[in-house]
């Protein structure tokens, strides 16, 4: 850590950070009750979460470089102050375009928790510090996966989807106000200046290891947030879930998240970076290419039901205890050339993994046809091409 900044605590890291995953999570027990209120289709309502990823990577190229000229704590509170307004605005949201517009507005804004909190962690931490504060960092973010569905569940049964805005409303205005008090300025006026976007842009989409360290964050997180978003009708509709219980459901994907974290941490203590990262591409691999198998030879009646649930969960478990170990590793190592332009180069490179993100959610969102076949065989093609991507691009 540099000795002379302050130390933000790692809590309101953690929660910046998870703060857009709470605000996805909460929302996906919801959709199918949205497309109905909305009288929309059910590819429309899972567009609203490409709507919002793809805010959320422009967000993080704005919201880096701005924290490289204004400073971490200014570019935050504009954020997340942006963020409270999305949320207001997908309350009153009366038909699917408002809603896709306040979801933009509210991913945009609270992209600077992502982008900013990782800039921030860059400031203080190195090397094998980072590394551990990441894996510290997936094992917190194992949280709103298990308190958001359960919560947006019960909301959506007891007082109806808009409700859960009214929710995240308040807690994004609690976290403006913990932000304002307790986070501390971590980039001093001395090292403030504005970057050439357009130079490390170029800089980062030549050098072919960062491109593969995007794509494997990218496929990473695109796993979880499209099973975020086609899980809730695979779970509810397919296989007889109620909104209460798929958000019940992910107490155990959390567990998996944490422990991925606390075994992240553990591997990271004793290994390399890239042995830690090649063994989570490889857990992804093994546990959607086993749900595929399961799926393609176990046809979908009512006393099968039971064992497709069982296999669907256990494989998103262990494919988020691997995400936690290429999440860890991928970054703490993909900018280590770029230190001398934290904010942008961090805002640049979530840009381009959150693109990623938002493609394989577009993805999801057009193969879905009402069966239980898109999902296990799209995440199994996305964990071989992690695989290959590291084997190859990575190799030293």
């Known amino acids: 850590m540099h000795a002379t900044l302050v130390q933000p605590p790692l809590w309101l890291i953690f929660t910046l950070v ?7 999570t909460v929302y996906s027990p919801a959709l199918p009750d949205i497309a109905h209120a909305l009288a929309t289709s059910v590819a429309m309502v899972e567009y609203t979460l490409t709507i919002y990823l793809f805010a959320f990577s422009f967000g993080m190229l704005f919201w880096g470089k701005i924290s490289d000229y204004w400073g971490r704590k200014p570019s935050m509170l504009m954020g997340l102050s942006m ?32 982008v900013v909190g990782q800039a921030i962690c860059r400031d203080v ?11 510290a960092m997936s094992s917190a973010l ?30 994004g205005s609690l976290v403006v106000g913990c932000t304002a008090r307790l986070l501390p300025e971590t980039l001093p006026n001395t090292e403030r200046r504005s970057f050439a976007l357009g130079d490390i842009v170029w800089r980062l989409v030549s050098d072919k290891k960062v491109m593969a360290y995007a794509w494997l964050i990218g496929c990473a997180n695109g796993v979880m947030f499209s099973y975020f978003s086609e899980g809730a009708f695979y779970l509810i509709e397919l296989l007889g879930l109620s909104p209460t219980a798929y958000g019940m459901s992910f107490i155990f994907i959390s567990c998996a998240m944490m422990s991925g974290g606390w075994l992240a941490s553990w591997l990271h ?3 390399e970076v890239h042995d830690v990262l090649r063994w989570g591409t ?17 046809p979908l009646t009512f006393s099968t039901k039971f064992l497709l649930l069982c296999v669907a969960l256990g494989s ?17 190592v993909a900018l280590d050339h770029y230190r001398w332009c934290g904010g942008t180069a961090s805002s640049v490179f979530g840009f381009m993994y959150y693109l990623v993100v938002s493609l394989i ?23 071989i091409s992690m695989v290959v991507v590291n084997r190859t691009w990575l190799k030293d």
Request: glycine share 12%; proline share 4%.
């Open 316 to 332: 998103h478990m262990v494919s988020m205890a691997g995400r936690c170990l290429v999440n860890s590793s991928a970054l703490s």
């Open 18 to 24: 998870g703060l857009p995953q709470f605000s996805e």
């Open 282 to 298: 490889l857990m992804m691999l093994t546990s959607t290419g086993l749900f595929s198998l399961v799926v393609l030879c176990c």
């Open 125 to 135: 931490f190195q090397g094998k510090a980072l590394s551990r504060v990441y894996a």
């Open 361 to 383: 959610t577009l993805g999801i969102g057009l193969l879905h046809n009402g069966t239980a076949y898109p999902m296990p065989l799209y995440f199994c093609v996305l964990a």
């Open 83 to 114: 963020y409270v307004v999305g949320c207001v605005g997908c309350y009153y949201s009366s038909s699917i375009t408002l809603l896709m517009i306040s979801r933009f507005i509210q991913a945009f804004g609270g992209s600077a928790g992502s």
């Open 142 to 171: 194992g949280v709103p996966p298990a308190v958001g569905p359960i919560v947006g569940g019960f909301i959506a049964e007891q007082w109806g989807w808009a409700a859960i805005f009214v929710l995240l409303t308040f807690v």
């Open 269 to 271: 203590h004793r290994y």
